[in-house]
């Protein structure tokens, strides 16, 4: 069950968003394994995807026909990833584009695919194929909780959120969704996410708040330490709210939009966390003065993909020298461990680099049992401080992952 995340269907409408679901039965029938997302023509799309060297066919499609032209349509497929697929790949991903422009008279590169699920097989596409009519038959713009379900893999359950915000008079309003719990570590992760204004933004505008905020959230979250072939992180503004149009940093309304689309992609990413692949604790690793943010990611990551430490938290065991090693295997040069102190919530574990006077395994292991805890270093060297989510490994992550292709 995931960490403390209960289902969000309450969505708001993007005005400028239709959406179409439908059931391909790529690898199952009980729910959408196609989504597509049909955009105003006033639309603004910017995105953010995997920097695997193996990066899917989509994904490779996405980034060149995100470049080339307006943005229409994005077509997502889940069940099969459509990487490791060569040529035939990149051609069958093709073929669902041109096949959504002809079908709505737009060009190819105005359509962008999107592909989540079982790496190195190819996309059966008869199915797609006969299944893209009907997803586009009937769009809708309060289909969001059905997209959630649709991008769904090995997530126990749909993952969004909604806002909206007064500006001038104006209400502005988001929505998004994600997908995401295994094969999760950046940059970015084997995620899906969509998040829609309606506030009018200029592209290159959106698309250094799309990097931004993703690099603050999507690019913070790890489960087991893989990055994946095929995370993509979508963000649109319809530009149909009557609102001046952004176009610089220095409008009124650029801080508070992106404010309130900072807490829509803080949301999603740690809904990904939540529901991480049997996870049963959502933990945050806080690392605090350092000399600068490289180091103090470093050493957030290194502890965060400790197999060691995160056994331990799925224990409940507050063997905090677990801890400690791999803040000293991080790789940060001249380290001084004596200069550092590590918490437990607020519990100190380490003390000017040794177990802290007055510590006890009681409220250490009282800490390691809640459902949520945060891991504080404090290196004592710097002023640069980042912060990492990620969860336990439990028993039923080995299961999970040794059963996925059956």
Known sequence: MPVNLSVFDDFNTIEGIKIGTANAGIKQTSRP???IFELAETASTAGIFTENAFCAAPV???KKHLAAAQTRYLVINTGNANAGTGKGGFDDAMAICQAV???KGVSVEQVLPFSTGVI????????????LPKALAEPKQDAWFDASRGIMTTDTQPKGMSSQFEFEGQTISISG???GAGMIKPNMATMLGYIATDAPVEKSLLQDLCFELGNKS???????????TNDSCMLIATGTAKVEALT???QPLYAVLKAELEKIFLYLAHAIVRDGEGATKFVAIEVQNCENQKEALRIAYTVAHSPLVKTALFASDANWGRILAAVGRSGVREMIVEDINIFLDDVCIVENGARAHGYTEAAGSKVMAQSELTIRIDMGRGKACETVWTTDLSHDYVSINADYRS
């Open 33 to 35: 394994d196609i989504v």
């Open 60 to 62: 490779q499609i996405s």
């Open 101 to 103: 422009a002809d079908e």
């Open 120 to 131: 190195g097989e190819r996309l059966p596409m008869t199915k797609i194929l006969q299944a």
């Open 177 to 179: 969704i994600s997908k």
């Open 218 to 228: 999507f690019n913070r979250i790890s489960i087991d330490g893989d990055t994946s």
């Open 248 to 250: 610089n940093k220095e």
